[in-house]
């Protein structure tokens, strides 16, 4: 006998008897395990990271590939593209890691010259929601918004009454760090979530985009002893070699990855999958999911 | 300029016309920082952790502490107990650890003896609500369930309309593996939360703990690259020296740790603070804590 324990991808057949006495919530499509419907999706289901918005992080043990989301949060993408192209990174280090919470980094000391990147930004923490940003909504409830679900590939959440979208803050999602003044964050000191959906944060700070691969070399980084989880000494720095923007890194040397639609059928029927898992493992499917258990896949290019 | 990102621990002062402005949901008590809820405790605000309750996860890297929860899981921690007595765990590893998911340890040959414990198990997946059993909920919406709340120091969730309730997957929570029959967990293979709640394993599987020290022990172990997180050459096992029930420890060597009671006046305000943040930081409360978010805390006795 296997204990595997839970599992999170899973190939195995679907019992329909299994979810016709289980189910809690009735399903239109007959129920698909996950990795049928990635099997079928096609060229159209997926896209390409773009590279003037894809971030290229060089920890020691690794390249972080984050994507950027100018429709969220422009002048935080702006800025960080002058600090990429000025190496404004390079040298500095991982400087924070609280457990189950975020991993950060940027300039310990604060001596750096910013160069030609700006000191001070809009507090780019929500936007207006609208006809001209791609929203495309989950049925099921969240305890933060009124609504939440995707856009243009980022966990998102709105409130039409207030007529206000906002990236959620999702494991693996990347924001800018600021000072107690809304204007202080300027992209030069970077966390991303590590642990359960800190959701209190949304519409508090600018999320700038998403790690899409390498977030294990982030998120297994040692915790620092610190107050908020910060290294107590320089040597428990990380070092990061470079901070790059893709379109400034030989095409040959880019991280080749696509990443699935959010807009599409597939992505729905991916979502459906997720709310109720239909295999032989499980009893109970759960008839609900929540807006951060949704995996947004990126794989190597087809 | 100090940007510190986001904050989870925050010692700064209440900016009151703030909370007025922002508030999204009327609170009656004034608002307080976690820091001064956690000052204002007294020793009835605190539990000791029982020793037949408790075991000890050695590690490489240290000793994780893990509250059994006999309320939800009886028989399963029972057999926990065994297992612990009979050394079963000695000398067998951590075999998995997937990003964003669990870290499972066990025997990965499935070679070993139970001795005399048990080889399949009721499955413990909920239990009885009723007055039986403490459950102090809160007010929070939540997708999974239609209330959630603690019992006993623990997340948990309940159905009264099924009449029954049961723990949360929250990260820290500890689990028993099973295969595809229900009654295939035993407690020989047990997994922890360290991603994002994955709340649809509630009601599938049994938990029969949480880590309550030493979470960061586990949380950042080497990402397996086999299929689900599992290691894939038996070099990157991560050695488990002993599971040890603290009863059987002698006194001198067990974690004096308390752990804060959730079912305090002192654990409501502590929960109204993660609900609706009011330090300096913060532009806009949630007016909505999310069940995983409320941190039970540890601490050394006092």
């Known amino acids: 006998m296997t204990r595997v324990g839970p599992t999170a991808f899973v190939l195995a057949a679907i019992l329909v008897a299994e979810c016709v006495r289980a189910g809690d919530s009735p399903v239109a499509a007959p129920p698909r395990p996950m990795a049928d419907v990635l099997a079928a999706t096609t060229a159209a289901d997926w896209r390409l990271l773009d590279p ?21 949060a422009p002048q935080h993408v702006a800025n960080l593209r002058t600090l990429a192209r000025e190496r404004y990174f390079d040298g500095l280090a991982v400087i924070r890691s609280q457990d189950n919470f975020v991993v950060q980094w940027g300039d310990a000391e604060g001596k750096r010259s910013l160069g030609t990147a700006k000191a001070t930004l809009p507090p780019e923490f929500t936007v207006r929601a609208g ?14 918004a009124p609504a939440v679900g995707f856009s243009a590939g980022f966990p998102a959440a709105r409130d039409p009454a207030r007529g206000e979208a906002w990236l959620a803050h999702c494991y693996g999602m990347v ?3 600021r000072g107690n003044e809304p204007e202080s964050g300027n992209g030069t000191e ?6 359960h959906a800190p959701r209190q944060l949304d519409r508090n700070i600018a999320l700038v985009g998403r790690v899409v691969q390498g977030m294990e070399l982030l998120s297994t980084l040692p915790r620092g002893s610190g107050p908020l989880g910060f ?4 040597e428990q720095h990380v070092p990061i070699a470079s901070v790059r923007l893709a379109a400034d ?3 040959a040397e880019r991280a080749n990855l696509e990443v699935m639609r959010t807009d599409t059928a597939s992505f729905r029927a991916l979502v459906e999958t ?3 898992r239909r295999d032989d493992w499980y009893i ?3 008839g609900h999911v929540d807006v951060c258990n949704v995996p947004i896949i990126a794989r190597p290019r087809r």
Do not use: C, K, M, S
């Not at 006809?131 to 409830?141: M, N, T, V």
């Not at 290294?231 to 320089?234: A, C, D, G, I, L």
């Open 190 to 195: 970077l966390y991303v979530v590590t642990g």
């Open 284 to 286: 109970v499917p759960a």
């Open 52 to 72: 003037d918005n894809t971030l290229y992080l060089q920890t020691p043990a690794g390249r972080v590939v984050i994507e950027l989301a100018p429709a969220f």
């Open 131 to 144: 006809p001209q940003l791609p929203f495309d909504a989950i049925p099921d409830r969240d305890g933060y």
């Open 175 to 177: 924001g800018a760090g």
């Open 231 to 234: 290294y107590e000494r320089v």
């Open 274 to 276: 997720r709310r109720n």
């Open 249 to 251: 890194v030989p095409a």
